[in-house]
C-alpha cells in the first residue's frame, strides 16, 4: 500500500487546514498489518500552537520499573536510616527486601525471588542457602517508616516499611507512560516532561482550544484493516487532552473509533466531559463520555470500546461521493463539570 496516499485533514477551533500523512521509518509497528498515520503540518492552524512547558528536572526515563527506586531522578533526597536501608537491599537485584527473607549460615541475606535464581548457593560465598529465614532482619523492617520511593516527584508520604510497596503502586505521583499510539515507548515522566517529548520526539499535533474539527482521509480504505492516525494533543482548561482515532476489526466488522484520553489521574479526569460527533447527508452519531486516564493503556481503552465507533460502511457513506475514499469529519469539544452549590449538580463550563 502506498502510505503516502494517506492523509489527514485537521483544524482547531472549526478552522480547516490540510495536514498530509507518511509513515517515519524508523517507527516500529505493533502489527505486520497496523500502518502509523504520521501528519505534518503544512500551514498554521488559527489557534495557535501550545508551547508546551520545558520538561522538568523531575521524570524517568526508560522503563516503568516500580520496583527500582534508583530510575527516579530528583532535586532533593530524603535519606531513610541508611546503614538499615541498606542491610535491607538485596544484594542481587538491590531492591528492598520483603518477608520471607532468606539467609545463609554465614548470616548472607537474599530475598525470595532472587534464591529461586541463585540455584540455592549464596550469591557472596557460595554457600548452601538452605531455607533459613532471617527473623531478625524481618523484626526490623517491621519498625521502620520510610517515605515514598517517589519523593523525588514530590509524594511526602511516609509510610511503615510493609505498606510502602502498596502505596507506591497506587501513588498519584509515580511517573506516566508516554501516551503515544502506533509503535512501543517505553518514556515514562512526569506531564509536562511527556508534553515536551511527545511534541520534540513524535511531533504530534499540538493544539490550544476545546473544540476541534478534523477531516480523516485515507484512499482505498478497504486495503488496511489495521491503521492508527497521528496522535493529537489539545491544552484546554490548563490541562493536556489527546485524541485518538484508528482503524481495526471489531470482530468480523472493519471499524473506526475516535476516543479521548486525559493526562492525568482518573480522579481529575472526571472532572471533564468531551463529545464526538460525524455526519453526513441529514445524518449523524454522537458520543459523550469523560476522558480516561492515561494511567489506562491506549489498548484498554480501545479494546473497552469507550470511544466512537463508526462502522465502515458507515464512514463511507458519510464520506460522500462514490464510497471509495474516507473522508470523514469528526468534530467535537471539550468542557468542565462544575458543581452547582446551589441545586447540588453539575454544570458545564465551555471554554471560550
Partial sequence: MDLDSIECVSSSDLDEDEIHHHQHPHQQLQHPHHHVLHPHLHSEFSSSNN???????????????????NNIVGPTAI?????????LECPVCTNSMYPPIHQCHNGHTL????????QNRCPTCRQELGDIR???????????????????????????????????????????????????????????FLVAHLRDDHKVDMHTG?????????????????????????????????????????????????????????????????????????RKLIWEGTPRSIRDSHKKVRDSHDGLIIQRNMALFFSGGDRKELKLRVTGRIWKEQQNPDAGVCIPNLCS
Avoid at 111 to 117: E, I
Avoid at 164 to 184: D, I, Q, T, V, W
Fill in 111 to 118: 530475598c525470595s525471588t532472587c534464591k529461586t535464581r541463585v
Fill in 79 to 87: 535519606t531513610p536510616a541508611t546503614s538499615v536501608h541498606e542491610l
Fill in 210 to 282: 476545546c473544540t476541534f474539527n478534523h477531516r480523516y482521509v485515507k484512499s482505498n480504505p478497504r486495503e488496511v484493516e489495521n491503521a492508527t492516525w497521528m496522535l493529537t494533543v489539545f491544552h484546554c482548561f490548563g490541562q493536556y487532552f489527546c485524541l485518538h482515532f484508528e482503524a481495526f476489526q471489531l470482530g468480523m466488522a472493519p471499524v473506526y473509533m475516535a476516543f479521548l484520553r486525559f493526562m492525568g489521574d482518573e480522579n481529575e479526569a472526571r472532572n471533564y466531559s468531551y463529545s464526538l460527533e460525524v455526519g453526513a447527508n441529514g
Fill in 134 to 192: 532471617c527473623l531478625a532482619l524481618e523484626k526490623v523492617a517491621e519498625s521502620l517508616e520510610l517515605p515514598c520511593k517517589y519523593y523525588s516527584l514530590g509524594c511526602p508520604e511516609i509510610f511503615p516499611y510493609y505498606s510502602k510497596l502498596k502505596h507506591e503502586a497506587m501513588c498519584n505521583f509515580r511517573p506516566y507512560n508516554c501516551p503515544y499510539a502506533g509503535s512501543e515507548c517505553s518514556v515514562v515522566g512526569d506531564i509536562p
Fill in 51 to 69: 508551547k508546551s512547558r520545558n520538561a522538568s528536572n523531575n521524570v524517568v526515563n526508560g522503563n516503568n520499573n516500580n520496583n527500582n527506586a
